[in-house]
């Protein structure tokens, strides 16, 4: 079945700089990748997402890049804010079988 | 529109006891599904359903049974609890086709299970 793995574990990061959170995963027929942040105490949000027919999608000061190739994907957040300190997610949707399997989460904490 | 809601909130069980999580949506979602999240292992996915009447296995379904009568309602059984199934259960639901293919989950506020 589909692996994903997903680093660094813990990320801080001073405000104003940026945070970069990378996945790996083992199906090359995946073709769904959505990001998803929890805050402490709270459920998972979605925050970004993207389809394996594009490379690289952009919402305001996150970007999510996605290498078919090599299998991987990343999460970019720019100009870092206390507010983005949560724990984020990588999911991956195997080739249209609506099984996500997330990663095992980065705890990012923007240091003010 | 109350979104996903489950109950309870907290529940403590005596191991070998069985029960019920309930799991409701109003927003018409076809696909619905139940995780399990543990320290450091990020969510798993238990059981999930794409609609009425059809359900299938995640991937840790062992003691975990699933039944989808209505499109609304996705309750999950422990068959017999065991300390192991200690943890925070999360419903979630999605159009199954989604818009633009943005098949977005919503979640509900999570179930925090003890197991003694």
């Known amino acids: 079945g589909e692996n994903v793995e997903q680093h660094p574990s813990t990320l801080s990061v001073q405000e104003g700089d940026s945070a970069v959170i990378k996945c790996t995963y083992s199906?090359?027929?995946?073709?769904?990748f959505p990001w998803y942040k929890q805050e402490l105490g709270k459920r998972p949000q979605l925050i970004i997402d993207?389809?394996?027919?594009?490379g690289e999608k952009k919402d305001q000061r996150i970007a999510v890049t996605l290498n078919k190739t090599a299998k991987h994907f990343s999460l970019h957040i720019t100009e870092t804010q206390p507010e983005d300190s949560a724990v984020y997610f990588c999911?991956?949707?195997?080739?249209?079988?609506?099984?996500?399997?997330f990663g095992t989460g980065t705890r990012l904490k923007v240091l003010a | 529109n109350a979104g996903v809601t489950q109950t309870p909130k907290f529940q403590v069980l005596k191991t070998g006891q069985s029960m019920t999580l309930q799991c409701a949506q109003d927003?018409?979602?076809?696909?619905m599904s139940w995780y399990r999240q543990d320290p450091g292992m990020g969510l798993r996915l238990i059981h999930y359903?794409?609609?009425?009447?059809?359900?299938d296995q995640g991937e840790v379904p062992n003691g975990y049974n699933v039944s989808r009568s209505t499109t609304e309602d996705f309750p999950l059984r422990l068959l017999s609890a065991a300390p192991s199934q200690t943890s925070v259960y999360f419903c979630?639901?999605?159009?199954?086709?989604?818009?633009?293919?943005?098949?977005?989950?919503?979640f509900g506020p999570g179930t925090r299970l003890t197991v003694t």
């Open positions: 979630a639901s999605s159009y199954a086709h989604g818009v633009r293919g943005r098949n977005e989950q919503y």
């Open positions: 199906d090359s027929a995946s073709n769904y």
């Open positions: 993207i389809r394996s027919n594009v």
């Open positions: 999911v991956v949707e195997s080739s249209g079988t609506y099984k996500y399997i």
């Open positions: 927003m018409n979602h076809e696909y």
């Open positions: 359903s794409v609609g009425a009447g059809i359900t």
